[in-house]
């Protein structure tokens, strides 16, 4: 596999928060972005994603434990069938921006749908967190890590529409922090 492995996503991200996905209040997910220069297509460097949970998500607040990782979207589509090859990756499934990449139950009886946030092909998921769920709150942007998405090479540069800067993400945080007050 290229991308991240099993060691997680390469160093030096471009982090890229989204806040309230689909409306849900404090789902939120980040997109680190990295270059891969090993890729070389026409003498650019092409971007992968690691899509994460964000540091407000209701999952990585005090008290929430998590219970299971799932990535059965439908009984017809899982993510673990995702069977990639070559350069240019055929057999990965293609995502859209609101495509769903796996669910994850809380004990609590929580269930929260993990979106890709980008459109892209999905080049691997996370399969450590099936049996370590506990990885996705203790090192969410590294070792926990949902899955790692290749957006189209004409798309790379623009994929960041819609996303928020750290900075505006903060400004997210303090608004909800100022208005739970």
Not at 43 to 51: D, E, L, Q, T
Not at 132 to 145: C, D, F, H, R, V
Request: overall charge positive; hydrophobic content about 30%; proline content about 7%.
């Amino acid at each position: 596999r290229e991308g991240a492995g099993a060691a997680g996503p390469p160093p030096h991200p471009s982090l890229w928060p989204l806040a309230d996905v689909k409306g849900r209040p404090c789902e939120d997910f980040c997109v680190l972005q990295h270059s891969n220069r090993r890729h070389n297509n026409y003498n650019s460097s092409c971007r992968i994603c690691v899509i994460t949970l964000a540091e407000a998500h209701p999952l990585l607040q005090n008290g929430k434990t998590i219970k299971s990782v799932n990535y059965q979207i439908s009984p017809n589509c899982s993510r673990l069938q995702n069977k990639v090859s070559g350069k240019s990756k055929r057999g990965a499934q293609f995502l859209t921006e609101l495509a769903p990449l796996c669910r994850i139950s809380s004990t609590d009886g929580e269930e929260y749908t993990i979106y890709s946030c980008i459109r892209g092909r999905l080049i691997e998921v996370n399969e450590n967190i099936l049996s370590n769920p506990a990885i996705l709150q203790e090192k969410p942007s590294t070792e926990g890590y949902i899955a790692v998405v290749l957006p189209k090479f004409e798309e790379s540069k623009s994929i960041t529409q819609g996303l928020l800067t750290q900075e505006e993400y903060e400004e997210v945080l303090f608004k909800r922090h100022n208005n739970s007050a």
